[in-house]
């Protein structure tokens, strides 16, 4: 068969999509460009360029216990609602049960809430349940609201995958929990990846619900947060640097992991993701 | 083909989670609105009071009202940024438009704190932005309106969230079969005329699902107006968050929050019809 | 390989009238050439098919007629005007998508009147053309109803009123039925050819089917490898197809190689005098032109084998057979239904029959 449609010139269009990734972008270059200027983060242009903030940084104690923090609970996070959120989207691809609609949606909500709602309320629990806010109450609040983005990319694993080779499974003689872990999670392996990979992303840089449920023990992007009332210098643009940094590698990680021999699952991860 | 046993250990567990951790809470936020404050601590006395207060309150009709205009506003800014770029990657990017989706994803991964934390250090009296301003001669003081105020946090949150209202439109377009462009070409539509009456009907899915998100979370932000919002850009958000505070009013915050939560729930289920109304195989 | 027309009659007519002219055209993708060269006109009124199989441009060829690509080299022209360097929007050319590409937001009604709301026509006369459209396609009781309603057989009606309604001066059809099931393609494939004929608007029709080819067109253009093989009506490219391709892309034949020695042409075990240069040659002798010579008396000019029989395959009205002749060279002969055979048989064939091909 022939080719695709050529594509047809539209350079004002061209030029209007330049200045929104200009928009899009300026900030983050901005910022990393004064994460190296010696004067701090204001004035133009930056002048006696220096690594002496990123120094700083790596001598700065409390930021790295935050780090350490955040993954903790990131990782705690991917563990809790990977399970739950599986579980969940197994529920509603194959399950019926009374109030199956209003599930559904409660699982959803948190994704599209402001993480204020979510946070408050968990907070009210924590309290009428008389616990401490600590770490675990964060852990607590992160894994419930990100069950939605596992439920979600799972769910549409599920619809994707071939029920015939479940029923394969069965009928060669495999017991339901061997059919599931034989051939339903490996079929899952790209969402849970992808699921994973978010959760873990959206919980190193979690504010708004954090904000409520934060101990004693900060998160990255709290003790940030904590800084930045107090001033602002440009070590906040040399952890922010580095944290943009270790984000692309992610992404940079994550592109070479889907399309290294996945073909066509590659494809539709992209576009869910 | 599914046992009971079966259906039954898949849904207990998160129903119970869901339960505990999301349908108590929320109804806690519910009881808690129809409380009250007594001398510095929460009584469980029932009463009205928290919605009476909210809706008289000169003050918090006006930042209510500010909170909505800033949400509408950075809809329509994210809207006007990211259609016409999705628009233009879909159909005129041709062997580019793989790379381009991708350089349009990464700011989504990046922090929200280190970007909004960006826009302050560009927008300040000290910051960059005046910085140019004077080192070209535009201006000879700071530019003040730029930081702390809406405008910042209407900017702030646009740069925030024209990506996210990007990829709803993008996935409506690409979804859109080329041939269904080319009979319309065909027939003899030009550019315009075509988007007009097939892409644009077309994309209007995507379109509602994109600027819902915006909007709903553009509301209930809080961190935005701490940020950059300075004192005349408060939202509502902020008023919640203060009740939480130092302002310790838990009823009344959760009064509030009860209210966003019911605006929000609402534009969902709107944006929902009208989503369906507009989809067409 | 040939890409002249028959006789000197059709070829006068169509220096007279033509509507479309390609003039060399070709099309590149990158690297991969998918049209090479192109000459051909389309005179006013004809129903002109273009046959291949995928991957032969035939698609491709329409695509640039209709104006979704670019010629790489070569002009088109329409109407004694350059036509390839208008929009498909400014051509008086419309097209019938292989999937009918009706727009899913729209009813019927508005579908089919679309190009004249475009071109910005009163409400009154789009009411009254659109009505008249549907009638000739007999869609009228389905105008308020969205396409995923309809059945493809109905979608495809309603594509092609959408189309003529613009009263196009030559309508592009890419495979238009071949989304249909066998029954309801018979039937469309009639419906096509009436209203062609009914309204004398210039067909170019697409397909990989030669025999949906043969039934409709007035000429098929048969496309290979991006070069045209043969362009001929579809009679003349039957009985007298120009290369080893063409006899065997349409209709069945049997490629008899050999060579022609002294006036005597021997293929296998088939040997006959043929009035042709010595050589290497490749006949095409078609299953029907082949009889058992217990059936009829052999006039002079016929030719005659020998044969077992190896496999009978019965098709209602007629037999097909595979025979040996022997060395392994199989031959298949169509004879009216008779029961089943076996063993040996004498075979004849006229000599005529025998159309020697180039490669």
Known sequence: MSGHAPTRRAPLLAIYSALVFIFIYLPVVVLILYSFNRDGVGGFPPRHLTLDWYRLLFADAPIWDAVVNSLIVAAGSVALSLTLGLLAALALDRATFPGKALFRRLVLLPLILPGIITGLSLLMFVVFAGAQLSLLTVFLGHGTALISVATTELFAGLQKMDRAQEEASLDLGATPWQTFWRVTLPNLKLSLIAAGLLIFTLSMDEIAVTFFLIGRDNTLPLEIWGRLRRGITPEINAVSTLIFAVSVALIVIWYRVRTRGLGADAQELLERL | MYSRAYKTLVSLPPLLWVGLFLLLPYALMFAHSFWAVRDGALVHQWNLHNYVTLFSKPVYVEVLLRTMRIAASVTLCSLLLGYPLAYYLSFHAGARKELLYQLVIVPLWVSYLVRGYAWKTILGSEGVLNGFFEYLHLTHAPVAFLLYSPFAVVLMLTHIYTPFVFLPIYAALEHIPRPLVEASHDLGAGSAQTFLRVILPLSIPGLLAGATFAFVLSLGDFLAPLLVGGASGTMIANVVQSLFGAAYDWPLGAAISVCILIITISLLFLSERLEKRWSFK | ?359
């Open chain 3, 1 to 359: 390989m040939s890409s002249a027309a028959a006789n000197p009659q059709h070829q006068l007519s169509a220096a007279l009238e033509a509507l479309l002219e390609l003039r060399g055209v070709a099309k590149r993708f990158g690297a991969r050439e998918v049209l090479k060269n192109i000459s051909l006109n389309i005179s006013s009124g004809e129903f002109l098919t273009l046959l291949g199989e995928s991957g032969s441009g035939k698609t491709t060829l329409l695509r640039l007629v209709a104006g979704f690509e670019q010629p790489s080299a070569g002009e088109i022209w329409m109407s004694g005007q350059r036509l390839d360097t208008l929009p498909p929007y400014k051509r008086r050319v419309n097209t019938v998508f292989q999937h009918y590409a009706l727009f899913p937001h729209l009813s019927v009604r508005e579908n089919v009147a679309y190009g004249l709301r475009v071109q910005k026509t009163s409400a009154t006369e789009i009411s009254g053309r659109v009505d008249e459209a549907l009638r000739m396609v007999k869609m009228q009781e389905f105008a308020a109803s969205r396409p995923s309603k309809l059945s493809g057989g109905q979608q495809q009606r309603v594509a092609l009123a959408r189309a003529l309604i613009n009263r196009p001066l030559l309508l592009l059809l890419d495979e238009p039925l071949s989304a249909l099931d066998a029954n309801l393609r018979k039937q469309m494939q009639s419906e096509l050819k009436a209203l062609q004929r009914e309204l004398g608007i210039t067909f170019l029709f697409v397909t990989h089917d030669q025999e949906e080819a043969m039934a409709l067109s007035d000429r098929i253009a048969l496309l290979r490898n991006g070069a045209l093989e043969q362009v001929a009506t579809p009679r003349e490219i039957y009985a007298h197809p120009a290369t080893a391709y063409t006899a065997q892309f349409i209709g069945q034949t049997n490629l008899l190689r050999g060579e022609i020695i002294d006036g005597t042409a021997r293929c296998g075990a088939l040997q006959w005098p043929a009035d042709s240069p010595s050589g290497s040659a490749i006949f095409s002798l078609r299953p029907e032109a082949i009889r058992l010579a217990s059936d009829a008396t052999a006039p002079p000019g016929t030719a005659r084998f020998r044969a077992t029989l190896q496999q009978q395959f019965f098709s209602g009205a007629s037999e097909l057979l595979e025979v040996n002749c022997g060395g392994g060279q199989l031959l298949r002969v169509r004879i009216s239904a008779r029961g089943p055979l076996s063993g040996e048989h004498d075979f004849i064939f006229s000599m005529a029959d025998a159309i020697r091909v180039q490669e």
